[in-house]
């Protein structure tokens, strides 16, 4: 008999497939590939999926189902191998930590850029709100103004404290939710707030590095209470840029649409290119400095000069 299911839990070898039926243990085809890209694994958490079932023999998945979109990370640097971490996410919550630690505008903009590429909705979590002095609050305000004002929901919270979670319950709810974020910024603690009962451990943040110890060890999707899942990604703080092009860079950052098109040349990278509206609109402070660091920094470090696979 053949069944459709959603894959909650990869481990390797067996796969929980949530189906009709509930919860299946599954094995793969062994044939079985992804046709688009060269990956180090063909089945992901999130992927649709068919499987046969039988009394007799194992359950096998047989085949997966065209992916809204996955996001993956380069399984060595420089490699052309890449691992898929999760398939058909709605949105992410990037988890955003002003000190305990520091998250830096880049990590949050690298994140925010493959989301935009895979039309993927981001949410900003200004977590420990309850530890931070004057200066640090006003950081807050100033990050959160900023991507407010490009479109990307922000919500400043403490996750140690519960009266955050009805508003927390409210952005996820009926979605399929990627949690990323430094370690040691909150996603077990979020993941505790809103499905009660599961009891992930949490990382003391040591001192010393004022980093957390990664205490997690395969990704997961977790089903909400009220409807949804939330994917965990252990170990796994952010992804990759691996297929955006340096060509196309700018497009993913959503206020230089508005300025791209009156660049003198059509070609433009904005980069140092005369009569360049992008970098005059971050001069006259119309596009904040630290996106335009960010550009820099991706443009130079991870863009590519062509696509790498498709
Ligand atoms: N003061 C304060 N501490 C918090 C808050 N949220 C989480 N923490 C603490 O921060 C530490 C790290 O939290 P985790 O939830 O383990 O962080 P994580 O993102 O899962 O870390 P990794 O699993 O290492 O990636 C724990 O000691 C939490 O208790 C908060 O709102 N305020
Ligand atoms: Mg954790
Ligand atoms: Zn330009």
Redesign the pocket.
Known sequence: MQQEGLVLKALGQVYNVLTDKGELQCTLKGTMRTKDISTTNPVVVGDRVLVSTSSTEDNVITEVKQRKNYIIRQSKKLSKQYQIIASNIDEVFILVTISHPKTHNTFVDRILTTAEAYGINACLIFNKADIYNEEERAEVEERMDIYDTLGYDCISVSLLNDKDEPALQKLCKNKVTLLCGMSGTGKSTLINLLIPGLNRKIGAISDAHQKGIHTTTFSEMLPLPAGGFLIDTPGIQEFGIADITKYELSQYFREMNHF?AN?KFNS???IN?PG????KAVEEGEIALSRYESYLSIFHNEASEEKRYK
Request: glycine share 0%.
């Open positions: 791209r660049c433009c990278m904005h290119e360049c509206a992008v970098i």
